[in-house]
């Protein structure tokens, strides 16, 4: 179905961000996906995200690859770059883009299929990478465009619609980044914009590869009373174990602040992102610590939403390849090309 121009309704005046913008400008098409997609709600925190950051849309990257959750980049930032790739090659593509032109804001949207079956490969090697960019997965545990198969992520006994319960154990992304060295993880819900948002903007602000798995139930397929991906499940089955802000610099707090000795973690460009952990000794720093207590939540039947687990130290992708500080696009070929006598002096590494 071909996307829908989203209508101008007037309305009372927006507020505006630093750029002279609203929420408008960083809106795109209307909608196609069922009504009540957690897709879509997904769709409406990046959108705030961005515009609370005032990042220029001419600035943001978006890429996705195939399957409901990569129709979302239609639907925000209009005024974006943007490249739809083949099933499961979104990561490759997003490399690619990110080698030529490091100045840009790249945000990939997948699903759970298009990430942890065909293009799971390449998410592995983003991750190991370290390539500067948020990639949110929209984890509903269906293929809902091909009419609600499970997928790579659905929980062991957890049903489809119709036919037989899962026996196959899931891929769970946040444990495969601990595993590969990812440098930051977070999970959220579809459901609660207020914890999304600002897990959207630490992850714009975070240098190197930010993964944030969104558990966004599919109404049409997988919204039953044994689907653990479902709204109700969600709801009922969700643990916070850390409330994020975000604090952008020279910017005061705009959220009150609980009781508890909230944790600063400094970010390469002097944004704040302030954190307070929920359990007793948790620390979102320690791999260890982190992926020992995922599973323990996990034993429990409970999902552990917020931000799970960063590490600021880490190189990102420019940094490992010591690629200039220009964007290679940006560089002529005089420059790029440095003439026989050294690519002669280069190959003799390699005899």
Do not use: W
Not at 122 to 143: K, Q, T, W
Not at 240 to 261: F, G, M, N, Q
């Amino acid at each position: 179905m071909p996307s829908i121009t989203k209508p101008l309704i007037p309305l009372s005046p927006l507020p505006k961000n630093a750029l002279g913008l609203t929420v408008r400008d960083y809106e795109g098409a209307m909608s196609t996906l069922c009504a009540g997609c957690g897709h879509d709600s997904v769709t409406a925190a990046i959108s705030h995200a961005f515009f609370e950051l005032a990042t220029p849309p001419s600035r943001i990257a978006k890429l996705s690859g195939i399957g409901c959750s990569s129709k979302t980049p239609t639907y925000f930032v209009k005024g974006a770059h943007g490249f739809n790739s083949a099933h499961g090659r979104m990561a490759t593509i997003a490399t690619g883009a990110n080698a030529a032109n490091r100045d840009l804001t790249y945000i990939g949207i997948s699903g759970d299929g298009d990430s942890l079956s065909i293009g799971l490969g390449h998410l592995m090697h983003a991750m190991r990478r370290n390539v500067n960019m948020i990639y949110v997965i929209e984890n509903n545990g269906v293929y809902g465009l091909t009419k609600g198969q499970l997928s790579a992520s659905a929980d062991v006994g957890s049903s489809p619609k119709k036919g037989e319960a899962n026996q196959l154990a899931p891929i769970d992304p946040i444990m495969l980044g601990l595993t590969l060295g990812a440098t930051f993880l977070a999970r959220s819900f579809s459901g609660d914009k207020a914890q999304l948002i600002p897990i959207i903007q630490a992850a714009a602000a975070h240098r190197g590869f930010a993964l944030i798995d969104v558990i966004s139930p599919c109404v049409t397929f997988n919204d039953h009373e044994s689907s653990t991906k479902s709204y109700r499940f969600v709801r009922d089955h969700e643990v916070k174990e850390v409330e994020t802000d975000y604090v952008a610099l020279h910017v005061p707090i705009r959220e009150s602040i609980s009781s508890d000795t909230p944790r600063d973690v400094v970010m390469h460009d002097g944004s704040v992102m302030r954190f307070r952990s929920v359990p007793d000794g948790y620390d979102p720093t320690d791999r260890a610590t982190v992926e020992s207590y995922i599973r323990d939540r996990q034993e429990r039947g409970e999902i552990a939403t917020g931000l799970l687990y960063i590490r600021e130290s880490g190189r990102e992708l420019h940094e490992l390849n010591h690629t200039p500080d220009r964007p290679l696009n940006a560089i002529s070929f005089r420059e790029l090309c440095p003439g026989r006598n050294e690519l002669d002096r280069l190959q003799e590494d390699f005899r």
